[in-house]
């Protein structure tokens, strides 16, 4: 697996640019250069973040969810070498 995170990626399972094993992975995102957690799906080449909306819902159940355009950076956090599942 490369090293460089995807240009796209989403964490909704029913999105066509979920990606189980890069998530796993644990991806970090800064958006502007600001750390950010709640990121529900970002892309690189078109400079956007999907955020939800706070606790709002939409008829299906799934979170509503804000573009923000800027600049996004993800990268895939380095895990401790105590991690619980002995990876790292």
Same mark, same amino acid.
């Given at each position: 697996?490369?090293?460089?995170?995807?240009?796209?990626?989403?964490?909704?399972?029913?999105?066509?640019?979920?990606?189980?094993?890069?998530?796993?992975?644990?991806? =970090?995102?800064?958006?502007?250069?600001?750390? @950010?957690?709640? &990121? !529900?799906? %970002?892309?690189?080449?078109?400079?956007?973040?999907?955020?939800?909306?706070?606790?709002?819902?939409?008829?299906? =159940?799934?979170?509503?969810?804000?573009?923000? @355009?800027?600049? &996004? !950076?993800? %990268?895939?956090?380095?895990?401790?070498?105590?991690?619980?599942?002995?990876?790292?």
């Amino acid at each position: 697996m490369s090293e460089t995170p995807p240009d796209r990626l989403a964490v909704d399972p029913s999105s066509p640019h979920y990606d189980e094993a890069v998530l796993a992975r644990d991806v =970090g995102i800064r958006f502007n250069g600001v750390e @950010k957690t709640n &990121v !529900e799906e %970002y892309c690189v080449s078109e400079g956007w973040i999907k955020v939800a909306a706070g606790k709002a819902k939409d008829r299906f =159940g799934k979170a509503l969810t804000i573009k923000l @355009k800027g600049t &996004v !950076e993800p %990268y895939f956090k380095e895990r401790s070498a105590a991690s619980p599942d002995g990876a790292g």
